[in-house]
């Protein structure tokens, strides 16, 4: 006895298995669900890497808001030591500027004795030897004599007038004689010229 007629046999032979059908669906609706899945899982990572960038980025600004204190703070220290040596060197410049003039100072009177005998007697060879030699020391601490001649314009900055003559031969005042010669050291007065000066007669 047969269950289905011939035509309803070919419908239910036509039709795809039933296994077949739910295969595909069930392998559709897997394939949504794991796209959905990696879609979630892969939220959570996006944010750790955006934190990440985040924490990178506040580092880098970090690091160069600490590399810029301490570049400022090593070129405050290179010009403070640099103003300091500067201090250090004209201080020593000074110093040494003093001592030679001291030292010229203390030789004065003895200079100024040596030339009174040398313009009233020749001096013997072992006091030329003697003033060779103190020359060459006036010469390495840089001492420069200066004179006047007579009849040369005085000069306050370079001349100390120790008396003052009358004279009727110039309108203005002169040198009318050295008494000591000045000395300078370095483009320094340390003794100006002694001079008797010549003053005109007025009226």
């Known amino acids: 006895m047969a269950f289905f007629d011939d035509e309803t046999s070919r419908a239910w032979r036509s039709m795809p298995p039933l296994w077949k059908t739910t295969a ?16 979630s899982s892969r939220q959570p990572e996006d944010a750790r890497g955006q934190s ?13 808001t600490a590399n810029r204190l301490l ?26 500027a003093e001592g030679k003039a001291e030292f010229l100072k203390t030789l004065l009177p003895a200079l100024d004795d040596l030339e009174r005998v040398r ?9 030329e030897a003697v003033v060779r030699k103190l020359g060459a020391a006036l010469d390495k601490i840089g001492a420069v004599e200066t004179i006047a001649d007579p009849g040369e314009p005085f000069d306050p900055e370079t001349m100390h007038a120790i008396a003052v003559v009358p004279t009727i ?13 000045g000395w300078s050291i370095s483009g320094k007065v340390i003794r100006p010229i002694q001079v008797v000066v010549a003053q005109p007669v007025v009226g």
């Open 24 to 39: 595909t669906t069930t392998t559709t609706f897997t394939g949504e669900t794991a796209g959905s899945e990696q879609n």
């Open 52 to 64: 990440q960038q985040y924490a990178d980025t506040d580092a880098m600004d970090a690091l160069e």
């Open 71 to 96: 570049t400022n703070s090593l070129e405050r220290e290179r010009d403070e030591f640099a103003s300091y040596r500067r201090r250090v060197e004209d201080d020593h410049e000074k110093a040494v």
């Open 119 to 127: 313009m009233n007697e020749p001096l013997t060879a072992t006091m």
């Open 169 to 181: 031969e110039y309108n203005s005042e002169v040198v009318g004689e050295m008494a000591a010669a």
